[in-house]
């Protein structure tokens, strides 16, 4: 799966795991789901920050980029193959992309004014 990659300062990461995110790279936001570790599938590596772009093709110049962390989907794991490894990612984005159509749902219901009762639940865990 191709991703972008960017250089991590520790310090400001979050702990090391899969998030719903959003990567700016120059002027253009994506949608994307990010791996923040070491890669344990090929064996360990340097700490990477990794972010694969929904509903995006193309290329895309990673010189200057920003990743936003929006909600955590798992810890890191170390899969049995790149195959496997392979389904995972596609089982985060559709995660993803189900997070991203329910905050759209509840901003649009934002700006409609549409009124909740107490006890109500516009989003629900992805």
Not at 29 to 57: A, D, I, M, Q
Not at 78 to 105: G, V, Y
Request: charged share 30%; no cysteine; glycine share 6%.
């Amino acid at each position: 799966m191709p991703t972008l990659n960017l250089a991590p300062y520790e310090e400001r990461l979050p702990k090391r795991g899969v998030y719903v995110t959003r990567t700016k790279v120059a002027r253009q936001t994506y949608e994307s789901v990010t791996n923040v570790g070491h890669k344990p599938t090929f064996g360990e590596h340097r700490l990477t920050v990794e972010s694969f772009l929904l509903n995006f093709s193309g290329e895309v110049d990673e010189a200057a980029m920003e990743v936003e962390f929006l909600r955590r989907l798992r810890e890191e794991m170390k899969f049995p193959d790149p195959a496997a490894l392979k389904t995972q990612i596609q089982n985060d984005a559709r995660r993803s992309l189900k997070f991203f159509r329910l905050l759209k749902l509840f901003r649009e219901r934002q700006t409609q004014g549409v009124g909740r009762s107490a006890g109500d639940s516009v989003i629900s865990q992805p």
